[in-house]
């Protein structure tokens, strides 16, 4: 069983008019395209990039959100996307590159074509070790409501993706909800890693019902769960393929179509425990079959 870590198939129009016959819809009662998180296949890409992509595309995916990509340039990274039928409509950039490096990262990423920039773990106001403090969370807060002005202008979202960490409170504080309630609304989205917040013993139904329209994306991955899971329990949570866990996605779809404006939906297997092609067919079934 994978324990938690962390994080030539024919291309072009005429696969992806023979593929338009038959796709299946993520997440059918949202109507999203099929979509996975490429740090899923990091592994493979690095030993052959393109042979992965068209892999991915020929599971039924269509749309993917990059992350743990090879070093190669943006165009040659859209060229790759394009051949092999995929959408790049979101990336995950790091603290530093959302910030310190925004420039830069908006040009390379406008290249690639995406829609969204997603940033998937905090930095702190000063440098130093151990826990994030509550001002270092609301410095989070500060930055990304200024990148998220600047991305705006720029015609991408800027969001925030979960881990567990977000949970661990401080001074009384749950830190994902001082993002939540200091992060504006017309500036930042969020990325709901639904497995995370389950990891983390928390309810993504509960936390959508809180808040309400602020999850634009979700990442989608299942866990062998203990009936006590908690923030302090993270590490006995066990990575699975999607329907073989703990974690049934119907109620929290449902809760989505009911007052969340959920745009993408992205597989995430961060370990396989069956063979990496066998493991997204399994995820991909899942969700085609998925009802609420």
Not at 7 to 13: D, I, Q
Not at 217 to 234: C, E, G, N, Q, T
Not at 250 to 260: C, L, T, V
Request: contains cysteine; aromatic residues 10%.
């Amino acid at each position: 069983m994978g324990s938690i870590t962390r994080r030539h198939f024919m291309g072009g129009a005429a696969a992806v008019a023979a593929f338009s016959s038959t796709r299946f819809s993520l997440a059918e009662p949202l109507g999203l395209e099929p979509g996975i998180q490429l740090y899923s296949v990091r592994d493979q890409m690095a030993k052959d990039f393109e042979g992965t992509l068209a892999a991915v595309r020929k599971a039924g995916y269509v749309e993917v959100e990059s992350a743990a990509l090879p070093k190669k340039s943006a165009a040659e990274i859209r060229k790759a996307l394009d051949q092999a039928g995929l959408k790049c409509v979101s990336s995950h950039r790091s603290f530093v590159d959302v910030t310190k490096n925004l420039d830069a990262t908006t040009e390379f990423e406008k290249t690639v074509g995406v829609s969204n920039i997603i940033c998937p773990g905090p930095g702190r106001r000063n440098a130093g070790r151990g826990p994030l403090t509550i001002d270092d969370w609301k410095y989070n807060a500060e930055e990304f409501n200024k990148t998220g002005e600047k991305l705006k202008k720029a015609g991408i979202t800027f969001g925030y993706h979960n881990h567990w960490v977000e949970f661990a409170p401080v001074d009384g504080k749950v830190p994902y909800e001082e993002l939540l309630s200091l992060c504006e609304p017309d500036k930042t989205t969020f990325e709901m890693d639904c497995g995370w917040v389950k990891v983390a013993g928390h309810d993504p139904v509960a936390l959508m019902k809180k808040y309400p329209n602020r999850f634009s994306m979700f990442h989608v991955k299942d866990f062998h769960l203990p009936p006590d899971i908690s923030v302090a329990k993270h590490d006995e949570a066990k990575v699975t393929e999607l329907g073989r866990g703990s974690i049934d996605y119907r109620p929290i779809f449902a809760q989505a179509a009911k007052n969340q404006k959920i745009t993408h939906a992205f597989v995430e297997q961060e370990a396989f425990d069956i063979p990496w092609q066998e493991s997204l067919n399994v995820d991909a079934t899942y969700l085609k079959n998925l009802t609420i």
